[in-house]
């Protein structure tokens, strides 16, 4: 136990039976009532921002499952859309196997979305639901509201990595 009779952050000595914090530069003392408690309520902050960062990942996938499904069930609807602005030099039956094709990506990436806001809330696999919020992003050229909200999600992960169960046992 000699490490703990010196600051951690000082090299000043100390009594870790009687001091919560060091006399000269005020750091909580390693593994005393204080330190126990900043890392307590560091653990709590990062938790919820890891919960905000999921309801963020939640709300940003729904843009991308309401186009999936939109261009899934109402191809039709979606290829006429289409032709009223923009004639590709394509057939029609071409166009729709195109709105299926990019209705499934959608969707799937909706899907990616939803378990990465799964994972804040179990706070399980960091790198999962950060890869979530980097597909949402991208995706989300086809919603302002997805596109901001995957930025911060993105933001919130990487500002609270230790709310992640596979970091938070190294606090
Ligand atoms: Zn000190």
């Not at 039976?17 to 890392?39: F, I, M, N, S, T």
Request: hydrophobic content about 55%.
């Amino acid at each position: 136990m000699a490490d703990s009779s010196f600051c951690t952050a000082c090299g000043e000595a100390i009594d870790p039976q009687r001091d919560l914090y060091c006399p000269k530069c005020g750091v909580p003392v390693k593994g005393g009532p204080a330190d126990v408690q900043a890392r307590a309520v560091y653990k709590e902050i990062t938790k919820n921002t890891v919960t905000w960062a999921g309801v963020f990942l939640l709300i940003a996938s729904i843009p991308s499952i309401i186009i999936g499904l939109d261009c899934v069930l109402n191809t039709s609807v979606v290829a006429t859309k289409i032709l009223d602005v923009y004639d590709p030099v394509i057939s029609l039956q071409v166009l729709k196997d195109n709105i299926v094709t990019f209705g499934t990506v959608m969707l799937a990436v909706g899907a990616f979305g939803v378990i990465g806001a799964i994972l804040c809330f179990k706070h399980r696999f960091w790198v999962v639901a950060l890869i979530a919020s980097i597909v949402l992003l991208f995706c989300g050229i086809f919603s302002f509201i997805g596109l901001f909200l995957a930025l911060m999600a993105m933001w919130f992960l990487f500002s609270a990595r230790d709310g992640f169960d596979e970091y938070a046992s190294k606090i």
